[in-house]
Nanobody
Framework: QVQTLESGGGAAQAGGSLRLSCVVS????????MGWFRQAPGKEREFVAA????????WYGESVKGRFTISRDHAKNTIYLQMNSLKPEDTAVYYC???????????????????WGQGTVVTVSS
């Protein structure tokens, strides 16, 4: 069973910053593309960002491009999400998971590979 432990969420003002962390079981972390996803109240889970296991490739959802930065530290089995210029619409529960793409209408979607963890709550006020 893959385990993830997300942290770093909290309350922020619009325009502010937060940094999320996710510790991942070593076996998964070392070989998988890892991603961040989020789910706002009443909405479906949304892809935020992903990073390949060799850090060679990074992907972002359209709504966070230019504001969020994903990174990973292999020595700590941890991925990070630096969130700048926060907006109220960034309010959600944020989850990390091993990530993969699946075929979808118009191209592809990102999805998590394993069961979801507890997530960390981000609340942005205007």
């Amino acid at each position: 069973q893959v385990q993830t432990l997300e942290s770093g969420g909290g309350a922020a003002q619009a325009g502010g910053s937060l940094r999320l962390s996710c510790v991942v079981s070593a076996r998964t972390f070392s070989t998988k593309t890892m991603g961040w996803f989020r789910q706002a109240p009443g909405k479906e889970r949304e892809f935020v960002a992903a990073i390949s296991w060799r850090n060679a490739d990074i992907w972002y959802g359209e709504s966070v491009k230019g504001r969020f930065t994903i990174s990973r530290d292999h020595a700590k089995n941890t991925i990070y999400l630096q969130m700048n210029s926060l907006k109220p619409e960034d309010t959600a529960v944020y989850y990390c998971n091993a990530a993969q793409t699946v075929a979808a209408v118009g191209g592809y979607d990102w999805t998590g590979l394993y069961a979801w963890g507890q997530g960390t709550v981000v609340t942005v006020s205007s």
